[in-house]
C-alpha cells in the first residue's frame, strides 16, 4: 500500500527553477559560455557542480578546479541573491495544498532536494514544518539520477520503496525515483519526462486521491 509521497523542491514547490536558470545564465554571460534553454532542461535536478559541467561542455577552454569553484561560488552567489526575498507568495501554486493533502490521507511526507539551499528555502516559504523528513544535497554523496536520495528518503521515514510515490520537474530526478523502485510522478511537459508513471502539467493538478493506485510496472 501506498504510505509516502516524497517531493522534490525546486520546479515542483518552489517556482525556483527559473530563478536557477536565471542565475547561471548570468555566469554564462559573464564568461562567455553559450547558454540555452535546452542546456537549463539538462541542469535541472543535476547538483551545482554537477550543473557546472554541464555549462562548461560549450566552454571554449578548459577551467582548473579553483576556478570551477568561483564560478560555482558565483553563480550560488546570484541564486541566493534572489531567493534571500523569497516568502510563502512563492511557493508554486496548489503546492501547499498538496503536501497538506497527503498529510490528510494518513500518508508521510518527505523532501528530497539536489539543492544545498533546501533548508533556507523551506524556511523562506514557510513549509519547513509540514514535512516528516527532509534529506537534501548536503546528506547524499551521489547526486539524481542516482536513487540514493530518494531511497535515504525513504529509509529516514520508515517505509519501503515501493510504498513511495515521488514527484519531480526533472529527467535525472524521475530517473533517481524510477532507479529507486517508486513510482514517479512528472510535473511538466509529458515529452521532458517520458520516463514518468504519470505526468500532471503542474502540481496544482496534483490529486492524492487518484494516485493512491499508481504503480511501477
Ligand atoms: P543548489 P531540486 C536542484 O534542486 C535544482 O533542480 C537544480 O537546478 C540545482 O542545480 C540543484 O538543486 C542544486 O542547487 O545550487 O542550490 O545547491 O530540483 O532537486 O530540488
Ligand atoms: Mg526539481
Redesign the pocket.
Known amino acids: 500500500p501506498l504510505k509516502a509521497v516524497i517531493f522534490?523542491?525546486?520546479?515542483?514547490i518552489a517556482d525556483?527553477?527559473v530563478v536557477?536558470?536565471a542565475a547561471w545564465k548570468k555566469l554564462a554571460d559573464d564568461i562567455d559560455v553559450p547558454f540555452d534553454d535546452a542546456t537549463g532542461e539538462r541542469?535541472?535536478?543535476?547538483?551545482?557542480r554537477?550543473?557546472l559541467e554541464i555549462l562548461l561542455q560549450a566552454a571554449p577552454r578548459s577551467y582548473t578546479e579553483v576556478e570551477k569553484q568561483e564560478l560555482?561560488a558565483r553563480?550560488?552567489d546570484y541564486?541566493r541573491e534572489q531567493i534571500e526575498h523569497f516568502g510563502p507568495q512563492d511557493l508554486l501554486p496548489g503546492a501547499r495544498e498538496a503536501i497538506e493533502s497527503v498529510r490528510r490521507a494518513g500518508l508521510k511526507v518527505a523532501l528530497?532536494?539536489?539543492?544545498?539551499?533546501?533548508g533556507l528555502l523551506l524556511q523562506r516559504l514557510g513549509i519547513a514544518d509540514l514535512f516528516d523528513v527532509v534529506v537534501?544535497?548536503n546528506r547524499i554523496s551521489r547526486s539524481?539520477p542516482d536513487p540514493e536520495?530518494f531511497l535515504a528518503a525513504a529509509s529516514a521515514l520508515g517505509v519501503a520503496p515501493d510504498e513511495c510515490i515521488g514527484v519531480?520537474?526533472?529527467a535525472a530526478?524521475i530517473a533517481s525515483i524510477r532507479a529507486a523502485g517508486m513510482a514517479a510522478v512528472g510535473i511538466g511537459q509529458a515529452r521532458a519526462l517520458a520516463e514518468a508513471d504519470l505526468v500532471l502539467p503542474s502540481i496544482a493538478a496534483f490529486d492524492i486521491g487518484t494516485l493512491t493506485t499508481i504503480r511501477t510496472t
Open positions: 522534490d523542491l525546486d520546479g515542483v525556483t527553477a536557477h536558470h541542469m535541472k535536478g543535476v547538483d551545482r554537477g550543473s560555482a553563480k550560488n541564486y528530497a532536494s539536489a539543492s544545498r539551499n533546501a537534501d544535497a539524481k536520495i519531480e520537474d526533472a530526478g
